[in-house]
């Protein structure tokens, strides 16, 4: 579905990644982990043509992005829905107006369909109900569910999430790893993640990969890295995160 080959990207004299290779599988959950800073953002925003390679190209279905122009651009990111950091709701829209944002934007579907899609997806996230409550009414983890509920409004191939579990609590951060375990097995899209969460990367990874200082040092099955002896890596492991493995 998307492969990465040999990107590099600079921000005037800072070198943000170098030699970014690798190739993410259908519908599976794939997760970046590394410390801040690093570039797991930038390696996101170049899937949806916000940021591009100084060399290299990205590759999504086959088609290589990144010299796109805007119509290009924009048919390819109908395929994609994305969960920010914050959820990032409209405060002057409802949750159920949220979630309709893209379907009136981008369909041609009726206030009835939209109503009834609506519903559907609020309820495929655990928030049956809620199109009345506005962003200020709702929780941080509430806020989350709604707005994958949105990314997913228009039945996305693949699906974006920018440190979903990030300003959480523990018990609400494994309410969203499961949330986004069990909305992979239901919809069987792939799933693109960035994270500084070791614990629930491990959680709901099938594939990892480590970025450390510009570059991609490790990628592989959860197993493989969730084993690895490499020393780099587990001075990461478990000095940036306490996360100790067995």
């Known amino acids: 579905m ?5 990107v590099y990207k600079s921000f005037g004299d800072l070198r943000v990644l170098e030699d970014i290779s690798c190739t993410i599988p259908d519908s599976r959950i794939t997760v970046f982990i590394g410390p801040s800073g690093v570039g797991k953002s930038v390696l996101m925003k170049m899937l949806v043509g916000l940021e591009k390679p100084d060399s290299g ?16 651009l924009y048919r390819l990111r109908r395929k994609m829905g994305m969960l920010f950091q914050d959820g990032a709701l409209l405060d ?12 009136r934007q981008h369909t041609s579907m009726t206030e009835g369909e939209i109503a009834r899609a609506v519903a559907q997806k609020l309820s495929l996230v655990g928030m049956p109900g809620c199109e009345g409550k506005w962003p200020s009414e709702l929780s941080g983890g509430m806020r989350k569910r709604v707005g994958l509920a949105r990314a997913i409004a228009l039945d996305p191939e693949i699906v974006l999430f920018d440190e979903p579990t990030s300003g959480l609590d523990p018990l609400m951060a494994n309410a ?15 799933f693109v993640v960035i994270s500084h969460d070791i614990p629930g990367t491990f959680k709901i990874a099938d594939r990892v990969g480590v970025l450390y200082d510009t570059r991609l ?18 001075k990461f492991f478990s000095r940036d995160t306490g996360y100790t493995r067995a």
Not at 2 to 6: H, R, S
Not at 176 to 190: A, F, H, P, S
Not at 217 to 234: D, F, N, Q, T
């Open 217 to 234: 040092i490790a990628y592989g099955e959860k197993e493989e890295i969730y084993r690895s002896r490499e020393p780099l890596l587990v």
């Open 57 to 72: 190209s990205v590759r999504v279905g086959g088609e290589d992005i990144t010299g796109m122009d805007e119509r290009s």
């Open 2 to 6: 998307i492969e990465y080959i040999k």
């Open 176 to 190: 969203i790893d499961e949330l986004v375990l069990n909305m992979q097995r239901k919809l069987g899209c792939t």
């Open 92 to 103: 002057s829209m409802t949750a159920g107006e949220n979630v309709a944002f893209p379907m």
